[in-house]
């Protein structure tokens, strides 16, 4: 088992850009997050999934659009960068919403 | 391979016990220590660590970590059943912003 494995580790943009942040999982798990933490700061969560097609928003969605079109995989969008985006990004999954979450490694962006 | 072990996963106690978690770490070039409270959704941060022999309160929780001996604890005392939760660690390293996550400690307060 790999757990949550997300791609890439690190990557600058511009202003404007567009980009996917890759998350997989094998655990079968329905339930998939995507968190940015900022330095200094908690987690706060974008988006979350409930299983395949079912996808709502966390605490702090603008800016980021999500998809579930299977049950491993939970890609995170960014439309146009902004600077304010800067962050390390953390996807998690787990088996039920109160159950042990696992988390990939992060993802490191730097919008400049 | 970079790891962090937290023990035990799950453990169930009486309101007003003391609990001290666990969690090991083997990590490259490691900056800091980080708990994590995991309530429904989102874990919530409690401490981040990142010297050896100071603990760091919050109430009646505390923390420690030991970088000689490469682990950390989390005390909390006076246990209350809102401390039912899943308690993670994670350690992050000073080569990239990554986290290297446990897979949580089950706690359960019972009244």
């Known amino acids: 088992n790999a757990g949550v494995t997300q791609t890439p580790k690190f990557r600058i943009l511009k202003i404007g850009q567009s980009m996917t942040l890759q998350c997989t999982q094998d655990m079968n798990h329905n339930y998939m997050y995507w968190y940015r933490q900022d330095p200094g700061m908690g987690l706060k969560l974008i988006y979350y999934s409930v299983g395949a097609g079912i996808t709502d928003k966390g605490e702090v969605p603008n800016g980021y659009n999500v998809s579930r079109s299977t049950t491993e995989d939970f890609p995170l969008r960014l439309e146009l960068a902004a600077p304010s985006q800067t962050s390390v990004y953390f996807c998690a999954s787990s088996r039920g919403l109160e159950e042990t979450q696992y988390f990939g490694p992060g993802t490191r962006l730097l919008v400049l | 391979e970079d790891k962090v072990v937290q023990s035990p996963l799950s453990l169930v106690v009486h309101e007003g016990d003391t609990v001290t978690l666990n969690c090991s770490y083997e990590?490259?070039?490691?900056?800091?220590l980080l708990w994590y409270k995991q309530e429904k959704k989102a874990p919530t941060f409690l401490f981040m660590l990142t010297s050896s022999g100071i603990e760091k309160k919050s109430g009646r929780l505390s923390s420690i970590l030991d970088k000689k001996e490469l682990f950390s604890i989390l005390n909390i005392t006076a246990t209350q059943t809102g401390d039912s939760a899943i308690y993670l660690c994670?350690?992050?390293?000073?080569?990239?912003?990554?986290?290297?996550w446990g897979a949580g400690t089950k706690l359960i307060i019972k009244p």
């Open positions: 990590v490259t070039n490691f900056r800091s």
């Open positions: 994670a350690s992050s390293m000073d080569s990239n912003y990554q986290l290297i």
